[in-house]
């Protein structure tokens, strides 16, 4: 190690640029490791996580399902296999300050939900049991972020007071700051016990069967606790499942209303990553990023093995000597790849301190969402041990092919120093497969760059179905500031009429679900004549919203009419589908005086008194979508959108939307608000960001590329020198050197795009379901990023073609 440092601080600018190549192909690895493991793989920070269980209610609909409280209570008691389980709900809550109120995020828990953990409190004392008595004072415990950045490490906190929708919380303890909640990113301000889950509400799944009861605490029907227990010692999660189905059917026997087609499963939580259904689609593309960022240390490889070969070639000399004096071929390997495993090394530190700045800069970017996301990020012991693996395995894959050609035994001619020469058709050597396979890899992702760029620029162009440019939205839940639901009513009503007053707006509207809004509701409706009786129907999109929605969404009702303030709770109940809905469901009729019914044939009837236009719903590349309307004014909610048009821009609505309802309520705590076409933008953002990513990865792999073909043109040109030293004396013109040191050059580019169009076309077919208004054979994005690497490449071989055709040939001709 200590000749491998001298070795290369007698190189420095070939040190320099390897010591470069590893840090960005190790450091970009790391950062994303580091993401990646932060929010999918790293353990909970509890007692025994291998012991913790993920208990979830299933149906037809929803396979791993949230369980009711009462339902909780019993399997909490009556299970055979779990030393103790505990229920759990991620939480909206109105946080009331001095002077203000906004949304903060917590959870609900039950009372063992820290004492099952084994987490304990940095100061204080954590949520127990007794505090999850109905008749028990109301508590809070808070996390170590809130108790840091809201008051300020305040020495005497425990016992202070915080106000949840104007209800006092006596703080009892701090949470520990590594311990940020059970769902990743998602990091809870604040815990309360279930006993007091009426004063907020819970956030993600939410099951509703009708039944008994008047809350989601005594409604068993109503499943929103996700449930995590710790097994017995000695007992598995096979065990514990079969146990929970004979404890799923036994109590399906006792409440066959709310409980029938019910059963319960278990999962080990260390599988569990943020849900089993969402995990079968973010496993694939944490995968997915890993190895495109990966092409990255391949490519960064390549080019050091390249460097390394070149460099091996002048140190013909002193392999041959040391051949010569008894030095095995394995001695050699081992000095060779020590000298790669040194600049790994160093590479790897510098490469820390990238992915330090690059995990900075992505957890420092403010996502489109209506909440705050928290990653814990950190680069700790798991990192850097990633880090060194992939220092050893870079220094291996760019040292060992080098090192073993290096090392073959030729003494007498190493001795001499002889450079072979090649005879008739030019060989391709393993430096030229290197680049070739470089160029490849540059090509693939530009292209995918290209295809998702031209999708983001499709799906921008695209019209939605209504203008998104001059709608406003304000969305709130008027529980939150202890409205009753009749007074929630009037509020926006008032609302309406209020919002219609500020200069510029052309209509107002309420909505419980917007389109592209990630507050989604669907309903599984019954249609006579598609179902059978008894059976469950489809499930379907809807929204309920006041009578002037459509004028004011731009949205025109093709069909029928529109909802009236004379559609109420006592009339007959009414609904209004769009096109896609009534084609699929009467395809050649009139959907207008048709009916379904919600959930059972034997649900509510809802009439179809008209038909409205298409409109895009989830996202902006969806195909047609069935979606229905129903009439707000039959069915009042607490939480609604605010929906306002203007002539003028709409984030000056927006803010002058904020500005009058908070004069209305001034504790008002908005869940959403922003514009229409910032909500569209917040779907875009898979697109934008693999767009980003994909685009980084590969204008880095087109440099490390193009700095790849420079070496092994330049070197080929110094090796060259005396030939070309000749052809310029015999009269050969400049012109005539650079197009012979190019057409080397250029060769491989060629090869290498070639390469590069077979996997960019295996990679278009496995993202095609991402595009949007392109093919995966879209010939603009291939033609671009084809002629942006020849284009690249040709300036790498320009260079040495030039400084080639500047031989003074007198000079070239005395080189040996």
């Not at 969402?278 to 495109?292: C, E, K, N, Q, R």
């Not at 095995?328 to 081992?334: D, G, I, M, Q, Y």
């Not at 419980?512 to 989604?520: A, D, E, M, W």
């Not at 208004?773 to 284009?791: C, K, M, N, Q, T």
């Amino acid at each position: 190690m200590r000749f491998a440092l001298r070795w290369l601080r007698r190189s420095p600018g070939f040190t320099l640029v390897a010591i470069a190549s590893f840090a960005i192909g190790i450091g970009f690895n790391t950062a994303l490791f580091t993401i990646v493991d932060a929010v999918l793989f790293k353990p909970l920070p509890v007692a025994a996580p291998d012991r913790l269980v993920d208990v979830f209610t299933t149906s037809r609909a929803t396979p791993f399902g949230t369980t009711s409280y009462l339902d909780y209570l019993d399997v909490k008691a009556q299970n055979d296999v779990f030393e103790d389980v505990a229920g759990y709900s991620p939480m909206f809550a109105a946080l009331n300050l001095d002077t203000r109120s906004r949304m903060a995020i917590g959870e609900v828990v039950t009372g063992n939900y820290f004492p099952l953990l084994g987490v304990g409190a940095a100061a204080g004392r954590t949520i127990l049991p007794d505090d999850d008595r109905k008749d028990a004072p109301r508590v809070a415990m808070i996390s170590h972020r809130y108790w840091v950045r809201e008051l300020a490490r305040a020495p005497e906190v425990v016992g202070k007071t915080l106000r949840i929708r104007g209800n006092p919380y006596t703080i009892v303890g701090v949470a520990p700051s590594s311990f940020t909640g059970m769902v990743p990113v998602l990091a809870p301000e604040l815990w309360i016990p279930a006993a007091s889950s009426l004063e907020v509400e819970p956030l993600g799944m939410h099951d509703t069967v009708p039944g008994p009861g008047t809350n989601r605490l005594d409604r068993r029907g109503d499943r929103w606790m996700f449930l995590r227990a710790r097994l017995k010692p000695g007992k598995t999660v096979a065990e514990a499942e079969a146990n929970l189905k004979v404890l799923a059917a036994r109590l399906e026997q006792a409440n066959p209303q709310t409980n029938k087609n019910r059963s319960t499963i278990a999962k080990a939580t260390s599988d569990v990553h943020f849900h089993p259904a969402a995990d079968s689609t973010i496993l694939p593309i944490a995968g997915g990023l890993m190895f495109v960022v990966g092409l990255v240390l391949l490519t960064a490889c390549a080019n050091v093995a390249s460097m390394l070969l070149a460099r091996a070639s002048g140190r013909q000399r002193e392999i041959g000597i040391r051949l010569a004096i008894g030095a095995s071929r394995a001695r050699l390997v081992r000095q060779l790849v020590t000298e790669a495993l040194v600049m790994s090394l160093i590479g790897a530190a510098v490469g820390s301190l990238l992915a330090w700045w690059v995990t900075s800069f992505v957890t420092s970017i403010s996502l489109p969402l209506p909440f705050p996301l928290a990653f814990n990020v950190r680069i700790d012991a798991r990192v850097l041990l990633f880090t060194i693996g992939a220092a050893i395995f870079s220094a291996l894959l760019a040292g060992l092919a080098p090192a073993v050609q290096a090392s073959r035994p030729s003494v007498v001619a190493d001795m001499r120093g002889d450079r072979p020469i090649g005879r008739g058709a030019r060989r391709w050597t393993l430096r030229d497969v290197l680049v070739t396979g470089q160029m490849a890899v540059t090509a693939a992702l530009l292209v995918v760059a290209a295809l998702l760029t031209r999708t983001l620029l499709a799906a921008q162009r695209t019209n939605v179905g209504f203008p998104v440019d001059k709608i406003a939205i304000a969305s709130t839940d008027m529980t939150m500031a202890q409205y009753t639901p009749e007074r929630s009513r009037q509020f926006f009503d008032d609302a309406i009429a209020r919002l219609k007053t500020i200069p510029g707006v052309e209509g107002a509207a309420l909505a419980t679900r917007v389109p592209f809004s990630i507050n989604y509701n669907r309903w599984d409706i019954w249609i006579p004549d598609h179902h059978r009786p008894g059976e469950h129907g489809d499930f379907v999109d809807m929204t309920s919203v006041s009578p002037d929605y459509f004028d004011t969404m731009g949205v025109p009702i093709v069909e029928g009419r529109a909802f009236t303030p004379d559609d109420r709770p006592n009339t007959q109940w009414v609904a209004i589908a769009n096109e896609t809905f009534a084609r699929r469901y009467w395809p050649g009729q009139s959907a207008v005086g048709k009916t379904f019914r919600s959930r059972v044939s034997d649900g509510p009837v809802f009439l179809i008194v008209g038909v409205a236009a298409d409109h895009k719903v989830l996202t902006v590349g969806e195909p047609p979508t069935p979606f229905f309307h129903v009439a707000l004014s039959q069915r009042p909610n607490t939480y609604s959108s605010l929906i306002a048009r203007t002539r003028g821009d709409a984030n000056t609505l927006l803010r002058d939307m904020r500005r009058e309802l908070l004069a209305m309520e001034p504790n008002l705590v908005f869940v959403e608000n922003q514009t229409m076409a910032a909500e569209v933008s917040t779907t875009l953002f898979p697109v934008r960001a693999g767009a980003w990513l994909v685009s980084g990865v590969g204008v880095i792999a087109m440099i490390l590329a193009a700095v790849g073909l420079y070496g092994v043109i330049a070197y080929s040109v110094s090796r060259r020198t005396r030939e070309i030293g000749v052809r310029m004396a015999l009269g050969a013109r400049p012109s005539i050197v650079v197009g012979l040191v190019m057409q080397q050059g250029l060769l491989l580019a060629v090869a290498g795009v070639a390469l590069g169009c077979v996997i960019a076309a295996i990679a278009a077919g496995l993202i095609a379901r991402a595009l949007y208004g392109v093919r995966p054979s879209d010939p603009v994005s291939w033609f671009v990023a084809i002629v942006i690497v020849l284009a690249v490449a040709a300036l790498a071989n320009f260079i040495p073609a030039w400084r080639a055709a500047r031989v003074d040939p007198s000079i070239a001709l005395r080189t040996e």
